[in-house]
């Protein structure tokens, strides 16, 4: 590997330029190589990183080079699967955006096919936004104590236009509830650092893009739901998603609580608020702001995509193991996977439905709060 480490980006829409404006800014990363399929976005990202990245059509092309010590995978999430089979044959380490892929048995198909040595880090950088990450690091020291409720409220915007609106058709994302809501399914597990197993859910598609067609065809993605998860500790988590609340203070409020305490954290005023039972009271816990002066690049996610690019980069570098593996990304995904699958059914959903013949002992059971699942 050279001294600065090369970089490929593949799929540059919104997201893919997003991640080429955090490279910039991050020390020891060039970008060499950029692709994608539509000329328009090919085009916007070649502007963006300069005549020193050679351009491609064709991700295939673009690996066999052999010119990048990492790639970003920031396609749309039905093209996953494909991109990532061959990422792994080429044997160059990998972030892929959210969700992994849009189905369990994509997700497994991976899993498979990724050798140990694999390096796939799956982007579900929630966890690095500074309030959340603060929250996480307090859970780690036992602040509150054994974990039994996470709650976690999205109230924002709509979802954003996409080249060729792929992300109106559950086809083409996973489902509301894979595609956005993995985030916070991730969230839950890596806090109570326990295994899902039962989902119950409840949602629709009530206001947004109602009035949308494309080729003849109505947008069907949920644009609000409830979601209870049940996890193997005896913990449970709640997820609170409206699509349609722009008008808001908070975008995500989330809230964590054990028996001796709550934590909470609130974006984007990032803020982290700490009570202890019996030194606090309604009204009267400790706040504290939650910010990350190294970030030089904030970005969409208030500087989260920027920390995962360095945890990213220190990974190849050291050769060490992802944060946020496949396995994480799989898990995510069979959540989202089981809320979606609750709503169409009207009932609870056990994982074992999701995830056949996976035992308490199998790879993916953390065995401990922050466990690298990876």
Request: proline share 5%.
């Amino acid at each position: 590997m050279s001294q600065i480490l090369r970089y490929g980006v593949i799929g540059t829409g919104m997201m893919g330029l997003e991640h080429i404006h955090n490279l910039q800014a991050l020390d020891g990363a060039e970008i060499v190589a950029i692709c994608d399929e539509n000329p328009g976005s090919l085009a916007a990202a070649q502007t963006l990183a300069g005549t020193g990245a050679a351009s491609f059509d064709d991700h295939r092309e673009l690996l066999a080079t052999g010119d990048c010590d990492a790639v970003i995978i920031a396609t749309p999430n039905m093209t996953h699967l494909e991109i990532l089979l061959d990422v792994v044959e080429s044997r160059v380490p990998c972030l892929v955006e959210k969700p992994l892929c849009t189905t369990v048995a994509d997700c497994q198909r991976v899993i498979e096919a990724a050798p140990p040595e694999a390096l796939i880090w799956v982007g579900l950088e929630y966890r690095y936004m500074p309030a959340v990450a603060g929250l996480i690091e307090s859970v780690a020291s036992g602040t509150v104590g054994d974990i039994r409720m996470v709650a976690i409220r999205e109230h924002r915007f709509p979802f954003l236009p996409k080249v060729g609106d792929w992300n109106r058709f559950n086809i083409n994302t996973g489902g509301t509830l894979v595609e956005k809501c993995c985030h916070f399914f991730d969230l839950m597990h890596l806090i109570t650092g326990a295994r899902p197993v039962r989902v119950m859910a409840s949602g629709g598609q009530d206001v947004n893009h109602l009035d949308e067609s494309y080729g003849g065809r109505r947008p069907d993605i949920l644009d609000n739901a409830f979601v209870i998860v049940e996890f193997d500790s005896g913990a449970r988590g709640m997820l609170d998603l409206c699509m349609f609340a722009e008008a808001t203070h908070n975008q995500e409020e989330i809230s964590v609580v054990g028996e001796k305490g709550k934590l909470e954290a609130l974006v984007p005023e990032s803020v982290l608020r700490t009570g202890i039972r019996g030194k606090h009271w309604i009204g009267k816990v400790d706040e504290v702001p939650a910010d990350n002066n190294d970030v030089r690049h904030v970005g969409y996610h208030h500087g989260a995509s920027y920390v995962e690019h360095v945890r990213f980069r220190d990974a190849v570098v050291s050769g060490s193991r992802p944060e946020s593996g496949p396995l994480d990304g799989l898990w995510s995904v069979a959540v989202g996977v089981a809320a979606q699958l609750s709503i169409e059914e009207q009932r609870p959903v056990d994982l074992a439905e999701i995830i056949p013949n996976l035992s308490p002992a199998s790879p993916g059971h953390p065995e401990s709060k922050g466990h690298n699942h990876g």
